[in-house]
């Protein structure tokens, strides 16, 4: 399946609340390996956006380094074309049922919805 960068983004936090939750332990074994390939692309989205932080920020007075006011639109408008790229995830969704009895909130339900049917 085809994911957004973006959309690995979101589903991050949700991922790992469900995993939190006493899972099947296939169910469990196949969320912890998509969660290895979240990790591995989210580390690259963090290595872009740091970079474009050092191109496009000016440094402080105590070493940080901040993307002024003016260039703050260009920023956020760079840093979104690259989270609308998608890379191919190898996952079969997981059926609500085979998640056993477990509790979980609406936000993140709906931010994983690509990966249970």
């Known amino acids: 399946m085809k994911l957004a960068l973006g959309d690995i983004r979101l589903m991050k ?18 969320l912890t ?8 692309e989210l580390g690259e989205i963090e290595e872009f956006r740091v970079n474009l932080i050092k191109k496009m920020g000016v440094s402080g007075e105590d070493g ?3 993307v ?9 408008e ?17 059926e609500v049922e085979q998640l056993g009895d477990i ?10 919805d690509k990966f249970l049917v």
Request: charged share 35%; proline share 8%; no cysteine.
């Open 68 to 76: 002024p006011d003016d260039k703050m639109e260009e920023f956020i």
């Open 78 to 94: 760079e840093f979104n074309e690259l989270l609308q790229n998608e890379v191919e995830v190898d996952f079969e969704p997981i």
């Open 103 to 112: 509790k979980i909130d609406t936000q993140s339900l709906i931010a994983l």
């Open 13 to 30: 936090d949700p991922m790992i609340k469900l995993l939190d939750e006493p899972l099947p332990i296939k169910i469990a074994w196949k």
């Open 64 to 66: 940080s380094i901040k």
């Open 33 to 40: 390996k998509l969660v290895k390939v979240f990790d591995k």
